[in-house]
């Protein structure tokens, strides 16, 4: 869709230039892409949820990891007393 020439938009902007077109269009592609395909956020936001859980599962392991070297440590460091 060619929206040069078409005077002022319902934004007030004024499409004579190319640049005030190149904008109108990308905001008018993007809203029509949007009603198009309205899973494409909601998948976009359970992405994220799960992206989140991933990365809060991984702290929680390497929490785990991290006690474990540190008890061993404490437990070497023991029985190097004992020697």
């Known amino acids: 869709m060619i929206l040069q020439g078409c005077g002022k938009t319902p934004l007030g902007w004024d499409l004579s230039n190319d640049a005030g077109t190149t904008v109108e269009r990308f905001f ?3 809203s029509h892409l949007d009603q198009d395909d309205p899973t494409r956020k909601d998948n976009f ?3 994220m949820k799960r992206e989140l859980a991933y990365r809060e599962e991984m702290v929680q392991q390497l929490q785990i990891v991290k006690a474990l070297i ?3 440590a404490d437990i070497i460091v023991s029985l190097q007393q004992h020697i």
Do not use: R, V
């Open 70 to 72: 540190l008890t061993l």
């Open 28 to 30: 008018w592609e993007k």
């Open 45 to 47: 936001q359970d992405q």
